[in-house]
Structures are given as structure tokens and as C-alpha cells.
């Protein structure tokens, strides 16, 4: 009888056991929950120093756009390649864990792949030569930028979420 009782509790634990670790990988895996904005968007609450990290990029990719914008005015491809390349994969800096749990999965790929984009318009830039075709991979990637945009907004991480 109490053996019975005792591999009931057994059960139990286990169970609990699986299931906060299929939470724990599920969270850790897909990033943090977001909550619907006001103005309807996804907001994803980040702390103030990882907002802060976010956003330089954020200004680092535009820095980049209008740089290559203008480097095109000019048919320069070298310049849009250097621009581009400053942008890509390889900018990625170390992304401290607390970001890296904050983001939403979607969120990291599509960030991932406009850094790829970037590579991308760099290499065909220096191999193609053509400034019609650097301005179409360009407004492919403003698209991205676009989408992102429209789907997500940040807000301040507080307690409670
Ligand atoms: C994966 C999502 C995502 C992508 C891709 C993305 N952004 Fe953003 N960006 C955001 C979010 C979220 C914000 C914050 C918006 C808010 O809170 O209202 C932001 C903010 C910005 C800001 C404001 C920075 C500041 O200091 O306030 C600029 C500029 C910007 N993005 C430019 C770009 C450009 C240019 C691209 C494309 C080359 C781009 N972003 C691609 C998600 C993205």
C-alpha cells in the first residue's frame, strides 16, 4: 500500500518534471511570449540596456540604406559593397542572453536573414556589377524591414510580464 502511494508521488514528480522542462526548452527554443500593443503590433518587452543594443543596430541598418542609396546616385558598386558588408552577418555582435531570451524566434530569423541579405548584395555588388540589380536586392530588403516593423514594437521590461 504504501509502495503504491509512494510511486503515485513518483508519477507526479516525474510529470511535473517533464513538463517544466519541455517549458523551460519550448521558452528557451522560441523566445519570449509577446503581448498585442494598443496600436495592435507585437510588443516585445526588453530591458533598457538591451532595447538600447537593438536600436544602435536598427540605426546602423539605415545608416547603411542611405549610404548604398547613395553610393548607387553615384554607380560606385564599391561603396555599396563596403556599405552592405558593414551590415552583415559578420556585425552580429555578441547578443547578451537576456536579448537572446527576450526575442521571439521569428524575430531572430528575420533579423538573421536581412544580415544575410546584406552579404548577399555585397558579393553580387563586387561579382555583378549592376546598379539596377544592387537597388532590386536592396528594396527586397527594405521589405523585410517593412514587415518587421508592422508586426513588432518594443516596450520596457517590468515586472509583471
Ligand atoms: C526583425 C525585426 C526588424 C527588422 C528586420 C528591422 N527592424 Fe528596425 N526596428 C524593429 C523594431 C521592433 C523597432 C522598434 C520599433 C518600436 O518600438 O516602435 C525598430 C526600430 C528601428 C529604428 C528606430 C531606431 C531608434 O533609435 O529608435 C530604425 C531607424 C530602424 N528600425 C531601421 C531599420 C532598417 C533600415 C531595417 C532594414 C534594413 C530594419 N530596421 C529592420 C525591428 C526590426
Known amino acids: 500500500m504504501d509502495t503504491r ?3 503515485g508521488r513518483c508519477w507526479l514528480l516525474l510529470g511535473v518534471v517533464v513538463l517544466l ?3 523551460i526548452g ?14 495592435g503590433r507585437a510588443e516585445i518587452a526588453l530591458a533598457p540596456e ?15 540604406v542611405q549610404g548604398i542609396t547613395d553610393a548607387l546616385t553615384k554607380e560606385d558598386l564599391q561603396i ?3 556599405q552592405a558588408r558593414g551590415v ?8 547578451p542572453p537576456s536579448l537572446m531570451q527576450a526575442l521571439p524566434l521569428e524575430f531572430k530569423t528575420l533579423g538573421r536573414s536581412v544580415h544575410a541579405d546584406f552579404d548577399q548584395l555585397a558579393l ?9 540589380n544592387s537597388l ?16 513588432y514594437r518594443f516596450t520596457a521590461a517590468t515586472d509583471g510580464r
Open 5 to 7: 502511494r509512494g510511486c
Open 21 to 23: 522542462a519541455a517549458a
Open 26 to 39: 519550448y521558452r528557451l527554443l522560441t523566445g519570449a511570449h509577446t503581448h498585442t500593443g494598443s496600436d
Open 50 to 64: 538591451d532595447r538600447d543594443l537593438v536600436l544602435a543596430e536598427m540605426r546602423t541598418f539605415l545608416g547603411a
Open 80 to 82: 555599396v559593397a563596403q
Open 88 to 95: 552583415g552577418a559578420a556585425a552580429i555582435g555578441q547578443v
Open 124 to 132: 553580387d555588388a563586387e561579382q555583378l556589377g549592376d546598379p539596377a
Open 136 to 151: 532590386q536586392q536592396l528594396s527586397g530588403i527594405l521589405g523585410k524591414c517593412v514587415a518587421c516593423h508592422a508586426t
